[in-house]
């Protein structure tokens, strides 16, 4: 299949069932506030290296938590019997997504880019992107972000400062979200950490009811 190339002038996307073999579907663009919401409502979402194009992919296989069956494991339980967790939504947007980038950077690379940083923190301020941190003993223990239309919640990274500080926002993010009748948390790719927590692959097609159930395909 080819892969498109978007008009800069123009915001849309070619059908994301046109998509490659491995997901990838256009080329090019830009990260303004209109055009991620349009991608993200479509099963679209931006992936790249920073300085190079824009790429926007859209796999068919979709690796998503339903917030009703997060895992939490024997371990973890026993975890935060020990440990007293607190949990803030939206503390520091812009510092919870830079930790994100210099975790990786050191670790396995980012594609978090000032590009990035700087796109997501308009989502942010606009009400479309959410970060979640939480603390152990009133210590920042690790958190995460995603980008939030509807009631689907699309996960984006997160990050450790102590040991099961990721895992403790994810758990908390899904408790908040099932309490507030969200759909999915769509992980985008398969991690074995993910699916230790209750990520699962479903259909495109059936990722695609979710997601129009939940966003109101709006965009």
């Keep these: ?38 991608a993200y409502t479509h099963g679209i979402f931006p992936w790249y290296e920073p300085g190079e194009e824009i790429l926007w992919w859209c796999p068919r296989r979709r690796f998503v938590i339903i917030p009703e069956e997060i895992h939490v494991s024997r371990s973890m339980s026993k975890y935060f019997r020990k440990h007293a967790y607190t949990f803030q939504a939206n503390r520091d947007f812009a510092d919870t997504m830079h930790r994100c980038r210099t975790k990786r950077e050191f670790g396995e690379g980012t594609w978090i880019s000032d ?58 993010l899904a408790r908040m979200l099932r309490q507030n009748g969200f759909l999915m948390i769509d992980c985008q790719f398969h991690t074995p950490h993910l699916e230790s927590m209750g990520g699962k692959y479903i259909s495109f097609d059936e990722y695609d009811r979710i997601l129009r159930e939940g966003t109101g395909d709006k965009y």
């Excluded at 498109?4 to 073999?21: G, H, K, M, Q, V």
């Design 115 to 172: 590009e990035m940083e700087e796109a997501y923190g308009r989502l942010n301020r606009e009400g479309y992107a959410l970060s979640l941190e939480a603390f152990e003993e009133d210590v920042l223990a690790g958190g995460l972000y995603g980008v939030i239309i509807g009631r689907c919640f699309f996960g984006e990274s997160m990050f450790s400062e102590r040991e099961n500080g990721s895992k403790a926002a994810l758990i908390a």
């Design 1 to 38: 299949m080819p892969v498109y190339r978007l008009n800069p002038n123009e915001i849309s996307f070619p059908d994301p069932t046109l998509a490659c073999e491995n997901g990838l579907l256009a080329v090019g663009g830009d990260l303004c506030v209109e055009r991620l919401l349009l």
